[in-house]
């Protein structure tokens, strides 16, 4: 360490334009850097993939982030408050979807109770069918509207593309949108939809039984992909960004 010190402090002038150049060039690079979500330069903050609200306060797994505009990611943080109460509040037959319901769900209604009524809203009764006896049972269900889930499955693709590509996905790709059954029921049909496309599903726990996901690369020269994206081991959506371009080759 001394002599590294002791380089710095006997450094040429050479030596101190390499270090200014490389400190400019490294700024440069920051300044360049394309945001995932509107894919203009001068990215200056990082964003989780999914919302960091989502995840427990100390995540055992190493969350995804990718480049973003401070100000394009702040646009989102009502809905991804929204996002991870709707999806908690669906994920109660989870054990971690309890949890994070207990812990953090229920404590930031304190803070914003407009949340909470945002959830009250949306309480629906539904009549569930009991497996073992047949009856219809009523239960209480959270209608959602579609948009939510959509417009949130739609940004969590662009980050998973960009931490797959190294580059946003283009504005103009359009983002088909599917929300499914729960894993159990919804699996079978999943694996044969990736099947038709040359595709074995292969997941990726970033947090095991909090958010886990596939992305499927159809066609590498074009970048078509489908993810899965599964949260709490119970809401599952799929994506397939760049459907309908290159159509010949669906
Ligand atoms: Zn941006």
Not at 4 to 20: A, D, E, N, P, R
Not at 38 to 67: E, M, Q, W, Y
Not at 237 to 243: I, Y
Request: charged content about 25%; aromatic content about 10%; some cysteine.
């Amino acid at each position: 360490m001394t002599n590294v010190i002791q380089y710095l402090l006997k450094s040429t002038s050479q030596g101190k334009s390499f270090l200014f150049e490389s400190v400019a060039m490294a700024r440069k690079r920051r300044s360049s850097r394309l945001c995932y979500l509107c894919g203009k330069a001068g990215a200056d903050s990082r964003d989780h993939v999914p919302p960091r609200g989502i995840f427990p306060k100390l995540p055992r797994g190493n969350l995804i982030t990718v480049p973003a505009h401070k100000a394009c990611n702040e646009a989102f943080s009502e809905d991804d408050e929204a996002l991870r109460n709707v999806i908690i509040a669906a994920s109660s037959r989870s054990e971690a979807g309890r949890q994070a319901w207990d812990e953090e769900v229920l404590p930031s209604f304190a803070k914003n109770p407009r949340a909470r009524q945002f959830l009250l809203d949306r309480l629906v009764p539904v009549w569930v069918k009991d497996p073992q006896t047949g009856a219809f049972v009523r239960m209480t269900g959270i209608a959602v509207e579609t948009s939510l889930y959509k417009r949130q499955m739609t940004r969590i693709t662009r980050g998973l593309f960009y931490n797959r590509f190294r580059m946003p996905l283009p504005q103009d790709w359009p983002i088909k949108f599917h929300k499914m059954p729960p894993p159990e029921q919804s699996m079978r049909d999943l694996e044969a939809l990736l099947a038709r496309h040359g595709l074995k599903l292969r997941w990726q726990h970033v947090e095991p039984g909090i958010f886990s996901y596939y992305y499927g690369v159809v066609d590498e020269d074009n970048r078509i992909g489908i993810a899965v994206m599964v949260f709490f081991d119970t809401e599952v959506f799929w994506t397939k960004p760049g459907s309908g371009r290159g159509r010949h080759s669906n």
